[in-house]
């Protein structure tokens, strides 16, 4: 059974990579004409932000009394990263990847759940960061429209709907119970109207309401704590921006700060809240029109675009189904 579900994730990884044969085909006539030791400087960067992923991984199970190494959370990030690609479920699916890791290595299920949780709360912090930055660059540039503020408070609103449930259950689990509970009822509600049965389970939420208050019972460390990831995190961001940088460096397309940072900020921000698996085809479309609106010439901004994706989407991909592979042919 075990093999039959890697085989499946497998599949449509190579399914992913068929359906997207064109765009594969474009970014690869597009880097025909870059200098490539730029290129190969945004591959090196992106490599170490693998390593940054893991540490913050490890940082964040430090909070909850977790031991782990750096590049085995690493190889497990990255290998969530290609399950949340090929079977898109919201990020549950990369969760479900650390907790089923957790129970191979011995390691409190429920804790470990909390802690991919967290992870998710705090690397969504650290963006909030950057993407003010941007939010600033575009208001002073005059360039700040509805739909990025829109897509911002979208993200806003799931950081603190994510940060409210995960501190409801550290206080009380029967209020977080409660809460899964009403919120379970109103999905079904909703759904019986067109499946005329239950969607969610009340007694499941009860349940995951025990998982989390049990995982957040590790929490011994101080709030200032969490500083420690979020800075990881910033500079897992930075990273990212260097690889942008060199993709401007490989067309030789003039930049500033404020265009690296808007333009990052707009292209992250809707691969967060795109409702394709890391934005696929929406941050190819609407990253181009951010860097046009600061400045960059659209035919540049797109090969650009085409350049940073293929380092920062198909990169990660293919690492992660290498990874995905390796923690199920080894043993831990």
């Keep these: 059974m075990k093999k039959f579900i890697v085989a499946i994730v497998l599949f449509l990884g190579i399914a992913v990579v068929v359906l997207s044969f064109s765009e594969l085909e474009t970014i690869l006539k597009t880097l025909q004409h870059a200098h490539l030791r730029y290129f190969f400087l945004a591959v090196s960067l992106q490599t170490v932000w693998f390593i940054v992923l893991g540490r ?27 399950i949340n690609v090929v079977a898109p ?4 699916g990369g969760i479900a990847l650390f907790a089923a890791e957790a129970k191979r290595r011995g390691h409190p299920i429920g804790r470990v759940t909390v802690a991919a949780a967290l992870f998710l709360l705090l690397d969504q912090a650290a963006f909030l960061i950057v993407l003010a930055l941007g939010l600033i660059v575009l208001f002073r540039r005059n360039d700040l429209n509805a739909g990025e503020i829109t897509a911002s408070l979208i993200l806003l609103a799931i950081a603190v709907t994510s940060a409210t449930v995960l501190y409801i259950g550290y206080r009380s689990e029967q209020k977080l119970g409660d809460l899964l509970g009403k919120m379970a009822r109103l999905v079904n509600r909703i759904a019986h109207l067109f499946i005329h049965r239950e969607y ?27 500083l420690r990831p979020i800075l990881w995190g910033l500079l897992d961001k930075a990273l990212l921006m260097g690889v942008l940088i060199s993709s401007f460096l490989s067309f030789e397309v003039p930049f500033s700060a404020g265009t690296i940072i808007a333009g990052f900020a707009m292209g992250y ?9 890391s934005g696929i085809g929406i941050v190819e479309g609407i990253m181009p029109i951010a860097l046009t609106s600061l400045r960059v010439d659209y035919s540049q901004a797109v090969v650009i675009t085409l350049s940073y994706r293929a380092v920062t989407f198909w990169y990660p991909l293919a690492a992660g189904a290498w990874a995905f592979r390796s923690l199920h042919t080894k043993e831990p």
């Excluded at 490890?58 to 497990?76: A, F, G, Q, V």
């Excluded at 389970?201 to 989390?212: P, W």
């Excluded at 921000?269 to 409702?275: A, D, E, G, Q, R």
């Design 89 to 92: 479920t919201g990020g549950v």
């Design 200 to 226: 969610l389970s009340e007694a499941r939420a009860h349940e995951f309401a025990h998982e989390i208050s049990d995982g957040l019972s590790g929490l011994t460390e101080k709030p200032v704590s969490l």
């Design 56 to 82: 913050m991984y490890r940082e964040t199970y430090h909070l909850l009394n977790l031991d782990e190494t750096t590049i085995t959370l690493s190889k497990i990030a990255t290998a969530a990263n290609f």
């Design 269 to 277: 921000l809707f691969l967060i809240v795109s409702p394709t698996p």
